[in-house]
């Protein structure tokens, strides 16, 4: 079965820095998805960045990328110019081609200090 | 914008009775999904449907039940309700396909209370 950790259940990162959440999984499939999601205090989750397992490419969205290593396992967000809206619940999540399961990590707080 | 709307945000019930959490999305999604997200845990799988009428147990789906009679429509429903199963819970929604390439889009979630 798949596995996801973040070994970071809180961090905190001052207005307009950068900030790394760490993410690593276990599975022995080659062809994959890993995703970031954002959940704000109350309010709903959404996806902040997705990454194709057959691309080496690392993704980037605006302030978002992802540190991307597949031999490593390892699948870290790092936020750039980090803002006060940036504060919320980080999900990493992993799901294998061909299947519908997303399999999540247990989540990293990210507070933002003005 | 993808819609997926939970019925209620907060829902308080006592041991023994029968909820019904109530989930529609207007986008016209193949697969509808029914988490579990507590302090620490994360979200896990209660059940997921790909298709209406059909469903497939998640990684806890012990006390729980769903019925996907409609296609826009997810329902997930506790039996008899137990003080355990107080938690957050959150409905997805995704494009027909396992390539992962669709994203799961989420609603805001149920915070459920059983006393």
């Known amino acids: 079965a798949q596995t996801v950790t973040q070994s970071q259940p809180e961090m905190s990162v001052q207005e307009a820095e950068t900030v790394t959440l760490s993410c690593t999984y276990d599975?022995?499939?080659?062809?994959?998805?890993l995703f970031w999601y954002k959940q704000p205090p109350s309010r709903q989750m959404i996806l902040v960045i997705r990454?194709?397992?057959?691309?080496?490419q690392n993704a980037t969205e605006n302030r978002f990328s992802v540190n991307f290593q597949k031999a490593a396992k390892s699948f870290s967000l790092k936020i750039s110019d980090s803002q006060l809206g940036d504060a919320a619940m980080y999900f990493c999540?992993?799901?294998?081609?061909?299947?519908?399961?997303?399999?999540f990590g247990k989540g990293t707080k990210l507070s933002v200090i003005p | 914008d993808v819609k997926v709307t939970q019925s209620s945000r907060y829902l308080v019930k006592r041991t023994g009775e029968k909820v019904f959490l109530e989930c529609v999305q207007d986008?016209?999604?193949?697969?509808m999904f029914w988490y579990r997200q507590d302090p620490g845990l994360g979200l896990r799988l209660i059940y997921f449907?790909?298709?209406?009428?059909?469903?497939e147990k998640g990684d806890i789906p012990e006390g729980y039940s769903v019925s996907r009679e409609k296609k826009e429509r997810f329902s997930l429903i506790l039996e008899s309700a137990s003080t355990n199963q107080t938690s957050m819970y959150l409905c997805?929604?995704?494009?027909?396909?396992?390539?992962?390439?669709?994203?799961?889009?989420f609603g805001d979630g149920t915070r459920l209370s059983i006393l």
């Open positions: 990454q194709e397992a057959y691309k080496q």
């Open positions: 599975t022995s499939e080659s062809d994959y998805y």
């Open positions: 986008m016209d999604h193949e697969n």
């Open positions: 997805a929604s995704s494009f027909w396909g396992g390539a992962g390439n669709q994203p799961q889009h």
């Open positions: 999540a992993y799901h294998s081609a061909g299947s519908y399961q997303l399999t």
């Open positions: 449907s790909y298709d209406v009428k059909m469903k």
